[in-house]
């Protein structure tokens, strides 16, 4: 049944305020780059292809790392025409608009094959409905009603401590896999396999709305809210003394191999069985109700009293499968492809959300104290088409790494930014 009230105020503007997610962490080499590729090895390994992380053979590693950055996949840093607004809205009817952003400071230290870590990570993706997203491009249209129905998301904040461990096949057993293939074209020179193990804990929250309101004019020209009855309704744990952490777990798996002594291919799995579980969660909620009798709008809001949903609450982690490969072009210049497939999977989204990224890049280490990386990717997601850039300065074992993207934001046409850097000690 539709209702009315007589204001001239938007509703639900605090609701286009809540613009807080995160996505996925990366290393400083692999936002120079583009993506966590499935073919680059080291300690950023971990996030890609957990077979590569002792691909170099070295003995110690210690590394400090930081990465941060935000994006949307409907507004970007310029002026946007008529004509855009057209190809955004159809972005927009889609998956309306997704907002995110990540931190990820860790700590790695690396003895042989294995590798200790531990790190504080954001993960999670907020969505704002089609019908509000149309409205942030386009404007109020009178006497039409917006929807908030598909606004919901997860946002995560947790230490992620585990451990990994790369193992290189012997000669003997490459040897067997060339035999077992019998294909003089295609010879393995080397073959990796690697797992790691994720101990995840810390506090997650989840959003989601219903309802639809609009404005228009009464018979006698003032302004009203029309409408239906709807609420934005939070999901918590709470973390005071550490009594209701969320805790879990995840494993990755990945293998990688060089072949007739140019290329290289790589496969992983992460973010199996990844999630976190919580005995119960706080609720909150603002319930916007039509009293009939007064002919006005009520807002019931719970925030300041302790509504507990006693159950089982997960938190789900996106699944994500990656694949890619590597060609030397000349020595020190290396050609990278990489392919990732990331679903989200919370049952928070009624909707589900699905990230293809398709990535080039190209990276020169003749000048092995001087590293450069270029690269460029698009994601389904993000709806964007990003240019990367990073470098690293590597004086013996001390090494400093640097990136940066989307580099587009120099012409005006980027929708986020992420940066990184990395130190570490490594001989």
């Known amino acids: ?59 110690f590693l210690l590394e400090f790392s930081a990465t941060g950055g935000f994006w949307n996949n409907l507004f970007r840093n310029d002026y946007i025409s008529e004509g855009d607004k057209d190809k955004l809205l159809d972005i927009a009817e889609k998956n309306g608009l997704l907002l995110g952003a990540e931190a990820n400071p860790g700590l790695k230290m690396a003895i042989g094959p294995v590798l200790l870590f531990t790190e504080g990570r954001g993960q999670g993706l907020l969505r704002v409905s089609e019908d509000y997203a149309e409205l942030l491009l386009k404007g109020n249209e009178l006497e039409r009603t917006y929807k ?30 060339n035999e077992a293939m019998n294909n003089d074209a295609l010879q393995l020179d080397n073959c990796y396999v690697g797992i790691s193990y994720h101990y995840l804990q810390g ?20 302004g009203e809210i029309t409408g239906s009855d709807g609420a934005v309704a939070l999901y ?49 909620r603002l319930d916007f109700v ?27 982690l996106p699944l994500i499968v990656k ?3 590597k060609m030397e072009v000349i020595d020190g210049l290396d050609l990278l492809a990489n392919y990732t497939i990331s679903s989200y999977r919370d049952s928070i989204y009624k909707k589900g959300l699905t990230e293809h990224r398709w990535t ?16 460029l990717s698009y994601s389904t997601l993000e709806s ?39 130190l570490s000690l490594v001989f």
């Open 1 to 59: 049944m539709r209702r009315t009230r007589r204001l001239v105020i938007m509703p639900l503007m605090f609701f286009l305020l809540l613009s807080v997610a995160v996505n996925a962490s990366m290393s400083a080499r692999s936002i120079g780059l583009g993506d966590d590729f499935v073919v680059v090895g080291g300690a950023e390994a971990l996030y890609g292809n957990p077979a590569l992380v002792n691909l170099e053979g070295k003995k």
């Open 203 to 222: 506090a997650f929250f989840k959003y989601e709305a219903s309802g639809e309101f609009g404005l228009g004019f009464d018979e006698e020209g003032v």
């Open 384 to 422: 964007n088409l990003a240019l990367s850039a990073g470098l690293g300065i590597h004086l013996g074992p001390l090494h400093l790494d640097l990136g940066v993207s989307d580099l587009t934001g120099l012409f005006y046409r980027s929708k986020g930014f992420n940066a990184g850097l990395n």
């Open 290 to 316: 039509y009293n009939e009798e007064k002919e006005e709008w009520e807002l019931n809001d719970t925030s300041d009293q302790e509504f507990y949903l006693e159950k089982e609450n997960i938190m789900q």
């Open 360 to 375: 080039l890049a190209a990276e020169f280490d003749r000048l092995q104290f001087l590293p450069l990386r270029a690269g």
């Open 323 to 325: 694949m890619g490969g």
């Open 236 to 284: 918590y744990t709470e973390i005071e003394e550490f009594a209701d952490l969320a805790r879990g777990h995840a494993f990755d798996i990945g293998v990688y191999a060089d072949l007739n002594e140019r290329y290289s291919l790589g496969f992983s799995i992460l973010n199996i069985g990844g999630s976190m579980k919580v005995d119960r969660v706080r609720e909150e």
């Open 148 to 177: 908030l129905e598909g606004s919901n998301g997860v946002m995560a904040f947790y230490l992620d401590s585990g451990i990994n461990y790369s193992h290189r096949l012997s000669d003997k057993q490459v040897e067997s896999l």
